[in-house]
């Protein structure tokens, strides 16, 4: 694959629900961040995944947010118990590896546009 | 905390001119990086421009260059010879060095070019 990709490009859900939203990285990339856009807050980090390091969580807004990255590469962020709050735009990005030319530029997917209703 | 603050939530400039976007960031750290990324309504982000915060040097990248003030913290984005495909949110962005962290945004300057 050329680049990052999410999955979906558009969510609707209702208040309560729980949503799956995924990021493929770029191939050989390891390291894997999840930020969210909003109106009011801007553009937020969430969450980054490095090798198999244990993730910073330090960005997540509350326990409802979790993630996973499994074998490495692709990644869920998953939302419990949605609320309204929620709706964003959820973009990730990947990087490559210490010495790869892409180290020092993180490449963004085209992003998940969550709407709770 | 680091923090980037951009102080102009809209420009407008007309086709073919030159246009400053203003950044200005806070940090305790020496070594650290600071980038200008461009969003078009397709939502994709896309890096336009890095700067080294151990470099002099302002970075280039065709028609866009910054003027990174260290001292002053302050990290502008010029655009030459405005393009209509240039219409687009503008975030500045900084991390610090090392690599591990997540990018800390300013909250945007939308661009629009005036034909």
């Known amino acids: 694959g050329a680049g990052v990709s999410q999955s979906p490009s558009n969510k609707v859900t209702e208040k309560g629900k729980d949503v799956e939203l995924r990021c493929d990285p770029i191939?050989?990339?390891?390291?894997l961040y999840w930020y969210r856009q909003s109106l009011g807050q801007g553009l937020e980090f969430l969450i980054y995944?490095?090798?198999?390091?244990?993730?910073?969580k330090s960005g997540l807004p509350s326990d409802r947010f979790s993630a996973e990255r499994t074998g490495g590469s692709v990644s869920t962020l998953t939302i419990q118990r949605t609320q309204q709050e929620d709706s964003a735009v959820y973009l990730c990005?990947?990087?490559?590896?210490?010495?790869?030319?892409?180290?020092?530029?993180?490449?963004f997917g085209p992003g998940t546009r969550l709407t709770v209703l | 905390a680091q923090t980037v603050t951009q102080s102009q939530p809209e420009m407008s400039v007309q086709e073919a001119e030159t246009v400053t976007l203003s950044c200005t960031y806070d940090t305790s750290e020496s070594d650290y990086y600071l980038f200008w990324y461009k969003q078009p309504p397709s939502r994709q982000m896309i890096l336009v421009i890095r700067q080294e915060a151990y470099k002099q040097q302002n970075a280039t990248e065709n028609r866009f260059s910054v003027n990174f003030q260290k001292a002053a913290k302050s990290f502008s984005l010029k655009i030459s010879d405005s393009q209509l495909g240039d219409a687009a949110m503008y975030f500045c962005?900084?991390?610090?060095?090392?690599?591990?962290?997540?990018?800390?945004f300013g909250k945007g300057t939308h661009l629009i070019i005036q034909p």
């Open positions: 995944f490095q090798g198999n390091s244990a993730p910073d």
């Open positions: 990005a990947s990087r490559g590896l210490a010495g790869d030319w892409s180290y020092n530029e993180q490449f």
């Open positions: 191939s050989g990339h390891t390291a």
């Open positions: 962005a900084y991390r610090a060095g090392g690599g591990a962290d997540g990018l800390t």
